[in-house]
């Protein structure tokens, strides 16, 4: 009976600790979990600012209006508007007016989906032919080669990427479009709270970059000193 009753207690005391050990760990990989969300929405709203800095540097000023058209162009694309962003910036850099970045990033988009080519690749070609150079596309569209009329090459060119536009549209609504817009829509979200998180982050990072640069003066004086002593 007395071992009987040892054993009881015994048993009580391990189904306390599997309780109390559950509990430390669920509150161990809660608390990684909300700082790996910490960092990944930080790291995504880095992003973001980084490249609508890049837009905002080659343009000269802030476009809320592309910004806007890149948010509506990640819903009919593959691309977050992030890319689309820097995106934009490229064709800027590229010598592509304000007021045509929309329609060759469209141009772009389209030409990548039709095409099976790189975003950045497909900005490149389509910048250029707007500014009437066609040749990076005449491998891929093989009806360049036989028009001399540049208007004309530019036009055969707006049809393929219209075609591959609206194949884009259509992707968005398959099962694997549907994901992607979901991981797109959940991305822009954690670039929400990383902007929440800014002020604090540059704040701590400032004092924590003083820190070491003082640290740093005391190891190098301290280093002199010795050096002089011997």
Do not use: C, W
Not at 28 to 34: D, E, I, K, Q, V
Not at 80 to 102: F, H, K, P, V, Y
Not at 153 to 160: D, E, M, S, T
């Amino acid at each position: 009976g007395k071992t009987k009753r040892g054993l009881k207690s015994v048993d009580s005391g391990l189904r306390n600790l599997a309780k109390s050990a559950m509990a430390a760990g669920a509150a161990y990989f809660t608390a990684r979990g909300l700082i790996s969300g910490f960092k990944t929405a930080i790291e995504a709203a880095g992003k973001q600012e980084q490249a609508e800095k890049k837009l905002a540097t080659a343009l000269g000023h802030t476009s809320r209006a592309l910004l806007n058209q890149a948010s509506a162009f990640q819903k009919v694309s593959q691309f977050g508007d992030e890319t689309l962003i820097e995106m934009m910036a490229l064709a800027s850099n590229m010598g592509i007016a304000e007021d045509q970045i929309a329609s060759t990033t469209e141009m772009a988009i389209g030409l990548s989906e039709a095409f099976s080519l790189d975003l950045n690749m497909s900005m490149k070609a389509a910048a250029a032919a707007v500014q009437g150079d066609t040749m990076m596309l005449s491998r891929y569209i093989p009806a360049i080669k036989g028009v001399k009329d540049e208007s004309e090459k530019l036009a055969i060119v707006q049809r393929g990427a219209a075609a591959g536009f609206e194949q884009s549209r259509a992707n968005t609504e398959t099962m694997t479009g549907s994901l992607n817009q979901m991981k797109m829509a959940v991305g822009d979200a954690a670039e929400k709270i990383g902007d929440l998180l800014a002020p604090t982050v540059i704040k701590v990072a400032n004092h924590l970059k003083t820190a070491a640069e003082k640290a740093q003066e005391f190891f190098n004086a301290f280093r002199a000193d010795e050096i002089a002593l011997q």
